[in-house]
């Protein structure tokens, strides 16, 4: 994960600048450098997430406007760095897709583990299929799924003012392109070109979930500790824990696993959120394979 | 008889010691290659691990800010200047100066310029004044002691022109497109109906990052005011907001 270096830094130079005894130096909360390090050695914190107020996941001052003049988070007064605020509210997903069987890693659907495997991940895409005004409408046929829809869930379709919910007839998931519906008449029309598809049910479940932020997966599943054994999957929302192998030499077997990383910036209604203007979260996964 | 005879080779009566040292010695053998091969074992089938790091991903906010422009005054920030917190600028220019002093009838007006200076768009503009009040006129000699911002008092609109200045839409009194006109105790309403945010004038969606709306704000005495008016201003601010 991202490095904090400040503090390790900070003890270095101290060191470089006293050459007292090392006794000294324990006393005072120092050590004695072990070997000459040049300029440019890289300065990692590997025990700086430790605690839930320790995190690697870092945020900075965004220096780099969205679009061409637009404000960055330079030029506001009103954003901070203090806490890693957008590391602790954006929230992650790994979903993984492998062969077609879904398993939710992290994010919400994965404590307790969803029955159907599917992290709670949200939509946001274009009709492929315009739907045309009292026409019976009993599947959305829309863009690539950039996220997962549980049965039941309230779908919404939008074009300027004009909007009608739907609800989903059963599980969908990431990637595919038809949204089975419970049969319903539409009261407008809905081009490809200007309508939008949502999942209302899912961003409100997001929308309210402080627990699978970044900085907690961080705190979690550090370097150190935590690592997530990935066993492979059996069956939707299930594993095989007994699998001797979790992933199969090249050319043999399911040697290839594909997983959806998904990041997603909650909105809780009626909750302002300036103060996270302009920033950017710093942060990185570590995938690691043992024999 | 054949039970004998094994038992015979086993036990053997004839050279048994030579046999048992024979059995020992590839018993002791088999235990040495045993022992070496689990001294060996950790050397010969080392751990093998593989890592990779998706390293240095970052992920961005946008900004939401908004650049406020009176006529062709000096421009105001949401985000940053004297005054400014949170967002929030309350120290821009005010629309009216109680130094321009109105006939009934006579209408005042400003332009205002509102600019989406951030990289997301608006979602909403909402406006609302949250609060009218009277007071006399500076300078004035004899103030008649009426309120301009009570019923029978000033009247008010909000247009939204192009960049030019030509009307497109009436947002207030009118709520429909083309120019506004001046109707009876549209002041007194406003202040007492759209007074936060919660129940501002909505202005609809945007303006998208980048873009610019502009307003003009009308104002004027209604033509058959009381004398009761003379001397008499009315205090209020307009407050923008936008939504991302």
Redesign the interface.
Known sequence: ??AVPERDAERHALDDRNDDEPSDHAARGQQTANFAYPTGTIVSSTSGDTSSANSDCYDAI?T??????????T????NTTSGNP?CAT?LLSIQETTNGQYYCWVGKGSSPESATGQCAMPISVGLTTQITNLATVTQLNVAPLNGNIASGDSIVVRNGSASQTFSASSNVFFGATTIPVTSVTANATYPTSTSSVTDSTTLGTLNSDNVDTIANFNTLHNFNLGKIPMAPISSNGNVDLLSPIALSHFNTGTFTRTFQIG?Y?PNPNGS?Q?????????????????? | MIGRTTYRALTGPAGRRSSTWRLKKILLSMMAIGGLSFVTATGTFA???????????????????MNNTVNAGTTCFS??GAG????VNPACLALFSSASQNYPGTPATATVTIKN????PASDLGLYMASCTVAATPGAPTPGGGDPCAVGGAQFYVLETDSVGNPTYCWYPDDAAGACSFIADTLNTFAGNLNTIANALDLGAGPV??ATRYFKIGMQLPTNASNTLQGEEALFALTWHMTG
Do not use: C, P
């Open positions: 994960m991202g965004g780099v406007a969205g679009t061409a003049g637009a404000t960055k988070g030029d506001l007064n009103f957008m954006l990041v910036f302002t300036n103060t996270m203007q302009g920033l950017v979260s710093n942060f990185g996964l570590t995938w690691h394979i043992d024999q | 751990l093998l691990t593989s890592q990779e790091a998706n390293r240095g991903g970052s992920i961005s906010s946008g900004t939401l800010t985000y940053t400014t917190s949170g967002n200076s951030g990289s997301l990052a980048g």
